[in-house]
């Protein structure tokens, strides 16, 4: 019983503490390249490059907060999939509606709906590139799509603190769910780091061991 709260409560820290530290690695990924086109073409040039023609991921990414806001039973007020003004490139207003357990879920959700969605956006983006012989330019559209799409798929202020807000709900939602399925994350990311290591994991009680 001890060791399943446990994992429960380790596992609700890493799902909680995953989304933002994705996105914000993700952020310092593409503040990287901007600074090294920069250096090339001059900031104006990047900025234009990372901000403008990737237009598709800037898309994305608010269709992703008006989606989640939406299917968790937020009422979606406006969306602005691309304008940019200033150093907001679009936007999108919803109003938390029910309870506050049903609001939590709609402002945590919303909130890191596109690194959340970018993540599986790109997943069957990248399995479909891999997949297809050709031709070279669906190839270099798929590329420009996974690339437009990862470096929109940060969380802004505005996403962290609307992710905050309804945090605390959605972690008690989460513990009790792994402490339903006595879900060990930590144990899962141990054998896969040890298993491409090629390192044995250690064996759990009762489970039979072979060794040669």
């Given at each position: 019983?001890?060791?399943?709260?446990?994992?429960?409560?380790?596992?609700t820290?890493?799902?909680?503490?995953?989304?933002?530290?994705?996105?914000?690695?993700?952020?310092?990924?593409?503040?990287?390249?901007?600074?090294?086109?920069?250096k090339?073409?001059?900031?104006?040039?990047?900025?234009f490059?990372?901000?403008?023609?990737?237009?598709?991921?800037?898309?994305?990414?608010?269709?992703?907060?008006a989606?989640?806001?939406l299917?968790?039973?937020?009422?979606?007020?406006?969306?602005?999939v691309?304008?940019?003004?200033?150093?907001?490139?679009?936007?999108?207003?919803?109003?938390?509606?029910?309870n506050?357990?049903t609001?939590?879920?709609?402002?945590?959700?919303?909130?890191?709906?596109?690194?959340?969605?970018?993540?599986?956006?790109?997943?069957?983006?990248?399995?479909?590139?891999?997949?297809?012989?050709?031709?070279?330019w669906?190839?270099?559209?798929?590329?420009?799509?996974?690339?437009?799409i990862?470096?929109?798929?940060?969380?802004?202020?505005?996403?962290?603190?609307?992710?905050?807000?309804?945090?605390?709900?959605?972690?008690i939602?989460?513990?009790?769910?792994?402490f339903?399925?006595?879900?060990?994350?930590?144990?899962?990311?141990?054998?896969?780091?040890?298993s491409?290591?090629?390192?044995?994991?250690?064996a759990?009680?009762?489970?039979?061991?072979?060794?040669?």
């Amino acid at each position: 019983m001890v060791e399943r709260l446990i994992h429960a409560a380790i596992s609700t820290g890493i799902i909680i503490l995953l989304v933002p530290v994705v996105g914000l690695l993700i952020e310092f990924i593409t503040e990287e390249i901007t600074k090294t086109l920069a250096k090339g073409v001059g900031i104006d040039t990047a900025l234009f490059i990372m901000n403008i023609l990737t237009f598709v991921g800037t898309i994305h990414h608010e269709l992703s907060h008006a989606l989640y806001a939406l299917i968790t039973g937020a009422k979606v007020t406006k969306i602005q999939v691309f304008k940019p003004e200033g150093n907001r490139l679009g936007y999108v207003s919803f109003i938390p509606r029910g309870n506050w357990f049903t609001k939590s879920i709609q402002l945590t959700m919303s909130g890191i709906a596109p690194t959340v969605q970018g993540f599986v956006s790109n997943y069957f983006l990248v399995m479909l590139f891999l997949a297809i012989p050709g031709p070279l330019w669906l190839k270099i559209i798929l590329g420009y799509i996974i690339f437009s799409i990862f470096i929109h798929s940060t969380m802004s202020g505005a996403d962290l603190k609307a992710a905050a807000k309804g945090l605390p709900f959605v972690a008690i939602l989460i513990f009790i769910i792994c402490f339903a399925f006595d879900v060990n994350l930590f144990g899962r990311f141990r054998d896969a780091y040890m298993s491409l290591a090629g390192l044995n994991a250690p064996a759990e009680a009762g489970q039979v061991t072979n060794v040669e």
